[in-house]
């Protein structure tokens, strides 16, 4: 069923998969509360700025803000 698909599908970063809540998709996500960057594969400055809604941002990463 197509439905459930999609409903797993937006339980997930779409960058690196890992598990997002409905809060989190519906304050960063984009206009259909998905979400293409999380906390575990970007920076909260950068998805503040738009990255977790999808937005390019030639900024830092969370690998190179580790290094």
Same mark, same amino acid.
């Given at each position: 069923?197509?439905? &459930?698909?999609?409903?797993? &599908?937006?339980? +997930? +970063?779409l960058? +690196?998969?890992?598990?997002v809540t409905p809060q989190f998709r519906r304050g960063f996500g984009d206009h259909r509360d998905r979400v293409?960057? +999380?906390?575990s594969c970007d920076i909260y400055e950068n998805l503040s700025a738009g990255s977790a809604a999808g937005?390019?941002? &030639?900024?830092?990463?969370q690998e190179e803000a580790s290094r």
């Open positions: 069923m197509q439905l &459930e698909a999609d409903a797993a &599908e937006m339980d +997930c +970063c960058n +690196c998969g890992s598990h293409h960057r +999380c906390p937005k390019f941002l &030639e900024s830092t990463t």
